[in-house]
Nanobody
Framework: VQLVESGGGSAQVGGSLTLSCSAS????????MAWYRQAPGPGQERELV?????????GYESSVKGRFTISRDNSKNTIYLQMNSLEPDDTDVYFC??????????????????WGQGTRVTVSS
């Protein structure tokens, strides 16, 4: 499975950005998908921002609740993160994540965890 993010960039405080993550390959391996973020530099931990189950149930980290919305289009194997009311603390590299039915789904080899390459979001005043 390959995850490709898009939609990162720069925004003003209070502005909006929408991130997309498209999955390809053995997408039947994918269950819950999520967005994480990580500050640049060594030793920075990756923080869960939002997740969405295969049937569309969302969950949010407390600091983004009410500002960010995660959604999923299973027909396109894509998730989205609509980010509104952006704050300087939202500046990070955002990573798409997918949990998989590892090690196997039937005869298909699946990993237990997949990651995208990350997309940078910068919020400035």
């Amino acid at each position: 499975v390959q995850l490709v993010e898009s939609g990162g960039g720069s925004a003003q405080v209070g502005g909006s950005l929408t991130l997309s993550c498209s999955a390809s390959g053995d997408t039947m391996c994918i269950t819950t998908m999520a967005w994480y973020r990580q500050a640049p530099g060594p030793g920075q931990e990756r923080e869960l921002v939002a997740l969405i189950t295969k049937n569309g149930s969302p969950g949010y980290e407390s600091s983004v609740k009410g500002r960010f919305t995660i959604s999923r289009d299973n027909s396109k194997n894509t998730i989205y993160l609509q980010m509104n009311s952006l704050e300087p603390d939202d500046t990070d590299v955002y990573f798409c994540n997918a949990l998989g039915y590892g090690p196997y789904l039937g005869t298909v080899h699946c990993e237990s965890n997949y990651w995208g390459q990350g997309t940078r979001v910068t919020v400035s005043s």
